[in-house]
């Protein structure tokens, strides 16, 4: 057990977490046949994160977002848009992403 208590429900910045999703929307998807497959989540030390509340957070969140991806590949395909560069603008907003918890490099 971690001891980090029940579930947060906001980040340090104040935004609010994804809601918990119900037992039967979890299994709903991992019957799905494009279920993402969830990882063991790391430390950054490589140690395996064994808190299940934070698992669960970062599962829920990994779903939601596969799912939200997957929306948008078939709206963007139903409108007649190419799927590769849908792929590639998916795969540049992750690139995107920024670390706002990063510890600055004091190297002057």
Do not use: F, H
Request: net charge negative; proline share 8%.
């Amino acid at each position: 057990m971690c001891g980090c208590g029940s579930r947060p429900t906001s980040r340090p910045d104040g935004r609010a977490l994804a809601p918990p999703y119900s037992a039967d929307i979890l299994a709903a998807v991992s019957q799905s046949p494009d279920k993402i497959a969830l990882p063991i989540w790391r430390q950054p030390d490589g140690k395996p994160v064994s808190c299940v509340d934070k698992i669960k957070v970062l599962n829920e969140n990994l779903i939601e977002l596969q799912q939200m991806a997957q929306d948008a590949l078939e709206d963007a395909i139903l409108m007649e848009c190419d799927e590769a560069q849908v792929r590639a603008v998916l795969e540049r907003i992750v690139a995107s992403l920024v670390n706002p918890y990063r510890k600055s490099d004091n190297r002057g």
